[in-house]
């Protein structure tokens, strides 16, 4: 009974009195290992499929990269060709000759003698001589920025002010260039100018004048070299006159710009160059005088992508005058090419007149006037 009942309770023995010792336990750990080791177990990877995955971002990447590449080159092509028509292909247009409607030397454009046309509007005028441009402005109402280095010819500047009843300001500079006092504003309707006795100029500086009537000049004994015509002349007076940039006192938008200073052009454009990054100017006119820029150590060439390229202006030939042989004829080349290679032959034609027995040089060679304007909108 006991034997029976002790058998029951001890598992290691069977039925037909064997143990299971020996199988028992080793059957339960391997089958626990076994449990063990598919838990641990990862998910199996395909490795193919993976490779397939990154091949195909890589594609993905390298179209990407040649779309953007393919996108830049496009707009390099379409930047370029738009400098090379604008910019090269057509520099000056002589339409205004082509249909006859350019001004004559030093005379006064039109649109500064319509009434009240200048109300609120600023001109810069550089170079006054009779200041006939400065008081036509006036009247008009414009406020005027007006420069003149030469003392007797602000006396007539001013003198044709106070005659036409007009009203006007003496700007006064320090020994730095700072004005001692404010510029005034005009009175309701009506126009004023701020007169400048000074050269305009890339920066503050006192340089020699050269007097010598119409020729007058920075250029430093460019005209008193230049000026016999087969006769002998009178010596020309040289001043010392001060210089500004004309930035330093205009911030405004300009609706026009002027300057007449006999070859000096590049010196005034350079220090107002400020003016023009911050404010709007509308129209310039300056004069191409090939003899001129030469003396002041520029070019045409230069003056031309200065006005086009840097500043972005469209310009026109605007002397009236086109069947003088000193100036550009109606139809002229347009590119930058064709017109430096006709006013280079100009040139070359003066020369050669001054080299024929009993020739000459002439005073002035070739010039003409060109006025630009600004192809983007006031703002």
Known sequence: MVSRLARRRNPRYTNKGATTSSRGPCTRIL???SAFESVREPNPVHPPRLILVLVVLLLLVVVLLLLIIIILVVLVLVVLLFDFLVIVELIVS????????GMANMAVPYFLTVP????????????????????????????????EPLPAHVKM????????????QHAKLDDAGKLIEPLREPKAGQGIAYIFTAGAGRAHQVRSFTVDGPGSSFVDGFFAANRTSGKAAPAAEVLSIRIVPVA??????????????QGFEMDVLMGAMPLFSRRHVRLVTVELFSQGLRGAGSSPAQLLELLTERLGLFCFSSMGDTNRPYHLPAGHPESSSGLLRMIRDSENRFERRAERPGG??????FFDDLTCVNPMMQR
């Open 31 to 33: 089958s626990s290992l």
């Open 94 to 101: 002589s339409l205004l000759k082509d249909l006859g409607c």
């Open 116 to 147: 009240g046309y200048g109300v609120g509007r600023v001109m810069v005028d550089i170079g006054l001589h009779e200041g006939k441009e400065t008081i036509a402005a006036v009247k008009v109402g414009f406020r005027v920025f007006a420069f």
């Open 157 to 168: 500047v001013v003198e044709g002010l106070e005659i036409a009843g007009l009203d006007y």
């Open 248 to 261: 330093d006192y205009v911030d405004t938008d300009v609706h026009y710009f002027k300057a007449d200073v």
């Open 360 to 365: 000459h040089r002439d005073r002035w060679g």
